[in-house]
């Protein structure tokens, strides 16, 4: 990639954050939602979980970050896009110099700013009233970065992708939700992993989602956490395969399926 792509895409994410920014009553209910969401559930779900000592509360405040993470970089982008490509804005875009690579890296470097905002609000409220603690040593911090980040682009890939599928605006929501909400339920956001038939444990293993929550619980929660999980490991290095091959996957669909206008 050259430095005059990296240097256009690090243009086009100033103008997408300020283009966010500038509505914020949108902006506001970004962050609110994910806020409202944990407190909710957190606060409706209590007790242990047995044989962990971690609390249903904990649980959810690493779920509804991983939910929140996809939520922004695959739903919101995929419906912004088709607002976008349907109101003419692609249109004037692909009148400028501008190739689809600078494009594609404005919109990750939005969401990654976006994510990070709700991120760092949601650990804040889980310390203050969940009783989260913050990563304790370096590994689990490199586990939590490796996981947002890779997490962050291959979410975000996939809402591109999903995004030039999209024939109008109207559909958008009905095409991009339907499967968002499938994958929370059986990705370990709502319920446990441990308590899915097989066949849909293994087809959620299939999808970035269920890493991405499994990730940050590693991250987040005791050790004594993953006897819950899969096989009783946590898994990480499959887990970062797997979103990485997403990331090419999704990147790969981007630039032969993406179009400026819709013909």
Same mark, same amino acid.
């Given at each position: ?17 300020? *283009?966010?920014?500038?509505?914020? &009553? ?109 990563? @304790? @040593? ?15 682009? @291959? ?21 991009? *939700? ?5 994958? &929370? ?8 992993? *441990?308590?899915?038939?097989? =066949?849909?444990?293994?087809?959620? &293993? ?28 946590? &898994? ?9 091959? =997403? ?17």
């Amino acid at each position: 990639m050259s430095t005059g792509t990296l240097a256009l895409g690090r243009g086009r994410t100033v103008v997408e954050m300020k *283009n966010l920014w500038r509505n914020g &009553q949108a902006f506001g209910f970004t962050i609110a939602f994910p806020l409202m969401m944990l407190l909710l559930f957190a606060s409706i779900f209590k007790g242990t979980i047995e044989h962990t000592g971690v609390e249903i509360s904990q649980v959810y405040v690493a779920g509804i970050m991983g939910s929140t993470l996809m939520s922004t970089a695959f739903v919101s982008l995929a419906i912004g896009m088709s607002v976008e490509r349907e109101s003419g804005m692609l249109k004037r875009l692909a009148g400028t110099p501008m190739p689809k690579a600078s494009y594609f890296l404005g919109k990750i470097g939005m969401v990654l700013a976006t994510v990070t905002i709700q991120v760092i609000v949601l650990m804040a409220l889980g310390v203050a009233f969940f009783h989260i603690d913050l990563p @304790s @040593s370096a590994k689990s911090w490199a586990i939590f970065v490796a996981v947002f980040l890779l997490g962050v682009t @291959s979410s975000t890939l996939l809402g591109i992708a999903a995004g030039s599928w999209i024939k109008d605006s109207k559909s958008g929501p009905a095409v991009v *939700n339907l499967p968002f909400v499938a994958l &929370q339920f059986i990705s370990g956001v709502w319920i446990s992993v *441990n308590q899915l038939p097989s =066949w849909l444990l293994h087809t959620s &293993q299939v999808f970035p989602l269920h890493w991405i929550c499994r990730g940050l619980r590693q991250a987040l929660l005791p050790d004594t956490f993953k006897v819950v999980e899969t096989g009783g490991q946590w &898994q990480l290095m499959w887990g970062l395969i797997v979103l990485a091959a =997403w990331c090419i996957v999704g990147f790969l669909v981007c630039v032969r399926s993406f179009r400026w206008t819709r013909g």
